[in-house]
């Protein structure tokens, strides 16, 4: 028989990381300084095998956060509903402390495309997005967090500064956000505008988890600094000192090391998790 899963109300205000099954054994023998993890729910929607008998072990020791990227919040269609059972599911039997999703569309028609795709920031689309949050949460029972995108380019049709439309949607919803101090520095470099206004200008009192993560570095057609949102890599300076002044200005947040490609040893990630918990360690919990 397979270990009944702990409950933990939410996550602390430590340090988690994206967990990966090569870290298993490492985790179970000595996690420190993680205190909770990370799991993306498209890879244990199934019902059995290797991958749910190893979360379940963990859920025991851990609190969970369950961040999934395929519900396409943001899609001009209806939420996929077969994709939404299986969420239910899989929040139903593991009890997460945290849910997140991401503010951006993945799907057209038939089609599911591997990229989270960024939004035009209109009374149309904050209209959609908060009726699939509002859908999302009813049917999975508890609240939801939002992650703001990290975008390449802005649409000339939107009327509506970023922050204030992530702000109006948890406002009408009720839902949480969830900070990636990465994607704002991405986003802001990208498009020219300063990540320091943004970080001023967020609802940092309604963000129940931050993430920080890699990018690489590239140029446009004209020059240019380009951005990308990779998570191969370790945390820049900038972000950083980004993280620095939001955890300061905010408190102390449940923070994730996101690191998903080119997925390093155990003791590499432990040592950015144990940056993260030293900012962490030096304001009010």
């Given amino acids: 028989m397979l270990d009944a899963v702990h409950s933990f109300d939410q996550l602390p205000n430590r340090t988690g990381v994206g967990y990966k099954p090569q870290h298993f054994a490492d985790i179970i023998e000595n996690p420190a300084p993680v205190e909770w993890l990370e799991v993306h729910a ?50 139903a039997w593991l009890n ?12 057209h028609d038939s089609h599911f495309f591997n990229d989270l ?10 209209a959609r997005v908060v009726a699939h949050v ?3 949460q009813h049917t999975v029972g508890r609240k939801m967090l939002l992650e703001n995108p990290s975008n390449y380019l802005a649409f000339a049709e939107s009327q509506i500064p970023e922050v204030e439309f992530l702000n109006e949607i948890a406002t009408r919803t009720g839902c949480g956000l969830l900070f990636d101090v990465n994607n704002v520095f991405v986003s802001a470099t990208n498009q020219q505008t300063d990540p320091y206004a943004y970080v001023d ?7 129940g988890e931050i993430h920080l993560a890699g990018h ?24 950083w000192e980004m993280y620095d002044y939001t955890i300061a200005k905010g408190g102390a947040k449940p923070t994730l090391i ?14 950015e998790a144990a940056r993260a918990t030293s900012v962490l360690n030096g304001v009010p919990a």
């Avoid at 929607?45 to 956060?65: E, K």
């Avoid at 997460?96 to 799907?107: D, G, K, N």
């Avoid at 200008?201 to 963000?207: C, I, M, Q, R, S």
């Fill in 201 to 207: 200008a967020f609802p940092l009192d309604k963000v």
């Fill in 258 to 271: 996101e690191w998903d490609t080119d997925v390093p040893d155990w003791a590499t990630l432990a040592a």
């Fill in 216 to 239: 690489d570095e590239d140029t446009d057609d004209f020059g240019a600094p380009l951005l990308i949102d990779s998570h191969g890599r370790e945390v820049v300076e900038p972000v």
């Fill in 117 to 126: 795709l960024p939004l035009p920031y209109t009374e149309e689309t904050l």
């Fill in 42 to 91: 498209e890879n244990y929607m199934g019902d059995g095998g290797r991958p749910i008998s190893q979360l379940r072990h963990l859920a025991q020791r851990f609190p969970i956060s369950v961040h999934g990227v395929g519900l396409s919040i943001g899609g001009e269609g209806p939420l996929d509903t077969d994709h939404l059972a299986r969420l239910k599911h899989l929040i």
């Fill in 134 to 136: 509002d859908q999302v």
């Fill in 96 to 107: 997460p402390a945290s849910f997140s999703e991401h503010l951006a569309w993945s799907t």
